[in-house]
């Protein structure tokens, strides 16, 4: 007996030496990390331009504050856009819903010929082995007929069509393309806006922010548009559009009331960056994508009084400041095994951080850039300036610390 208690208490001695150990360990290989801001921080911060707003600031303002040197310019056209709202293999097939109480109209755009289409839904699919589309009207289990297409649909009372769970104004528009089949949105610049602006900014802040808002989803709108298959995707590859079930009145008075204008230099739309919250200051182009553009440089975003705009505004950016812990082995393409360490090498003026030096257990690497540095390290989650709490992921912004810097 007295030797099995001798065993026992090793065993306990032991297993308390383990327990000892492991945060031990894990306290090693944790670095903790923290910030402020969200996203690349280039261009029009929307937290800034909603404080902006409720400091009394007019769109017109806002937009050339975070726009350097640009001018505002109302142009005359309002051209037909193409939003890629999915894409199958090209022998797959996509359903748009005519709802009910609206009528549609079914249009072979190789030879102009329509069908008056009553509520339902309604298959397209493509035939590689014979370069047709077949049209079926899956409501009633009936063919609709084989056309040489492209097919476009067209809503011509009661409503705009549906895809999916979205309803969509203008055409929707069926075509192979490189072996794809497409479904794009096609409908007028200002009536895509409409589906944009609610989707990038709250609706119900402030009508200026909304406004400028509206001048840059346009402008960057006009001056990235593809003029291919389509001009735009439907997400953050582009700007997130909603079609018309994200349309709100007030978002649509934003964009009524700024309709056609453009942030411009030398009368040409300028590629309007923007992103959510830039922790009290924005970021010069150069840093972020590479290339040096006059109206993108870095702005320090405060107020006279040195109070940033972002903290100023009610219901305040929650990004205005975060922490979290970077995750040991949540970087594998880094090739240092466990992060045990990260060291800041650069910064630029705005306090973003372009190169660092990782440490782990196998080794160690630079990084170098912003983007890089954003997306190849990952949180065990962040915590905000409001208390709330987000999952893991890629940080924040770039305006970060690691380590004892955090305090």
């Not at 293999?89 to 109480?101: C, I, L, M």
């Not at 983007?371 to 409001?386: E, N, P, V, W, Y």
Request: charged share 20%.
């Amino acid at each position: 007996m007295l030797r099995l208690m001798g065993v026992m208490l090793a065993g306990i001695i032991v297993a308390t030496a383990v327990l000892v150990a492991v945060p031990k360990v894990e306290a090693q290989s944790r670095v903790g990390v923290c910030g402020s801001g969200f996203g690349h921080g280039v261009g029009l911060s929307q937290y800034g331009a909603k404080g902006r707003a409720e400091a009394g600031q007019s769109f017109q303002q806002i937009t050339r504050t975070y726009y350097r040197g640009v001018g505002l310019q109302r142009f005359q056209n309002n051209p037909v856009v193409g939003v890629l709202l999915g894409a199958r293999a090209e022998s797959g097939a996509h359903d748009v819903v005519v709802r009910s109480g609206a009528r549609a109209r079914m249009a072979n755009l190789a030879t102009g010929g329509t069908v008056n289409l009553n509520p339902g839904r309604y298959r397209t699919r493509y035939l590689p082995n014979r370069g047709v589309y077949r049209v079926t009207d899956v409501s009633r289990s009936r063919s609709i007929g084989v056309y040489s297409g492209p097919i476009a649909f067209r809503p011509v009372s009661g409503g705009p069509l549906r895809y999916g769970q979205t309803n969509y104004r203008g055409a929707l528009v069926v075509r192979e393309n490189n072996s794809r089949l497409l479904l794009v949105n096609r409908l007028r610049m200002e009536t895509y806006l409409r589906g944009v602006v609610p989707r990038e900014m709250p609706s119900s802040w402030a009508m200026e922010a909304l406004k400028s808002q509206a001048v840059a989803a346009r402008s960057f709108a006009r001056a990235t548009q593809r003029n291919g298959a389509f001009d735009f995707f439907a997400d953050t590859r582009d700007q997130v559009y909603g079609g018309a079930s994200a349309e709100t009145r007030r978002t649509n008075v934003a964009v009524r009331d700024t309709a056609r204008i453009h942030a411009v230099t030398d009368g040409r739309p300028i590629t309007a960056f923007f992103h959510s919250s830039n922790g009290r200051h924005t970021e010069d182009s150069r840093f972020v994508f590479g290339n040096a553009v006059s109206y993108l440089k870095a702005l320090r975003d405060v107020d006279g009084a040195g109070r940033p705009f972002e903290g100023r505004a009610r219901g305040n950016s929650p990004w205005i400041n975060w922490s979290g812990s970077i995750d040991p082995n949540g970087s594998p393409g880094f090739g240092v095994g466990s992060i045990r360490s990260i060291r800041v090498l650069n910064r630029t003026s705005s306090g973003r951080v372009t190169r660092i030096e990782v440490r782990g257990s196998r080794g160690e690497t630079i990084v170098r850039g912003q983007q890089d540095i954003r997306f190849g390290l990952q949180s065990t989650g962040i915590r905000r300036a409001d208390g709330s709490n987000v999952p893991g992921g890629p940080l924040p912004s770039a305006r970060l610390s690691f380590g004892n810097a955090c305090g």
